[in-house]
């Protein structure tokens, strides 16, 4: 069979359902068996009655998400479930996605993120402060999430917002991203028909409309002037039809983006480090030298040179967007084998960041891959934690510098114990969230 001229042949298909009923509390699991099974190979997903194609290869990852980037967009699996939260701007396809990246990319550029910097360090320092208890155990994931929402919120929705509404706002988000998981493994089930989860969905949509709208209502009344990303919104796209729903789509998916990344590649730093005590010694002893008793500074980033090569090993193996589906428009070739259109395709950073062909021990946890000039030879999309292409996220280094002070900033006073036995498992959501239920204790640091 020829397909335009180009040599096709049909994927193989590799059993997945079985394997999922053996993984039912950690699907994550069952895809990893699916890659091993695949190779690297382009194979189809026996779902039943849905059959998405596995895309682990750089090559076929390289080709999804710039070369024919057109022709694969965000619907169906994953995305039509979280429609109704994520709404139509940058984290939707088409017009809507190109019109907010055009508005969004100056407010992630190099220059306006370093301009927050640091407010960010201020932030977060203060937030640790009146957080982080030492001493008195507590649930990581939550914890993490109570740094996080407030930076953010106050960085880019406005300073004036109370912290009651950023109260309600966290558990909403932490609801909105995990309440449909079931859908994730279950695309062919209609939206109209009921699953577990959807009720608690749709009152966290409530919640955070709630909050969000008279956010909008109150920086329109400004009428300017601030420099939030509200109020830049609002003078962007005020004359639009439908303007505040298109300005609560941008704030909603800007704010989620920025704190369910952070939220859920931060919760995994405090088991990898106890699970490997040399890794940990080197990065209390980076902290102490450069940073001290704190407070962590800007001035302090550039010099932590390990715990960046640590955070950058950290999302090769636990990417937070662990799972990025996409749909074909049209009929496509890949690497030989024939899509036909309105095929879903799925991607993971999680599989191709743990193939052998591209990765020396794929499955050790080893900051030195990312030592300055150890990335040589590494194929571009062998690593893409933030996807890749036009698509790519906008706050890789927001990310970075929030990660590098938070990390920072409590390892500066205390040290971790983590209350767990064996190996965390990742659970499903349409993160890569840690298992329910990680707890720790800080202790001061020198008296560990």
Known sequence: MSFGGVPTRQARTVPFLRSLARHARTPVHAFEEAASRAGSELVRLNMGPFRPYLVTHPDHVQHILKTNQPNYVRAGMFWDPLAPLLGQGILSDGDGWAASRKILQPVFSARYVNSLTDRMAQIIDELIDTTMVPNRRFDVAEAISALIHPTIVRL?????ISDADIDRLAPA???????????????????SFPLPGDRAFKQAIRTIDEVVYPRIDYAKLRGGEEADLVSRLVGVRRTEADADRLIRDDMVAVHGAATETSVTALTWVWPILDAH?????????????VVGNGPVTVAHLPELTYLKMFVDELVRLYPPGWILPRTAVGADTIGEVEIAAGSTVVLSPYLTHRLPEFWNRPLEFDPERFAPGNDHGRHRYAYFPFAAGPHACLGPRLFMMEALLLIAGILCRYRPILHTTGPIAPRLASTLRPATGLSMTLVPAGHS
């Open 156 to 160: 880019f929705l406005g300073a004036t």
């Open 173 to 191: 988000y932490d609801t909105g991203v995990t309440a449909r998981s079931i859908r994730l493994l279950l695309p062919f089930v209609p939206q």
């Open 277 to 289: 005590p040399k890794i940990a010694a080197k990065v209390y002893e980076e902290v102490r030298r």
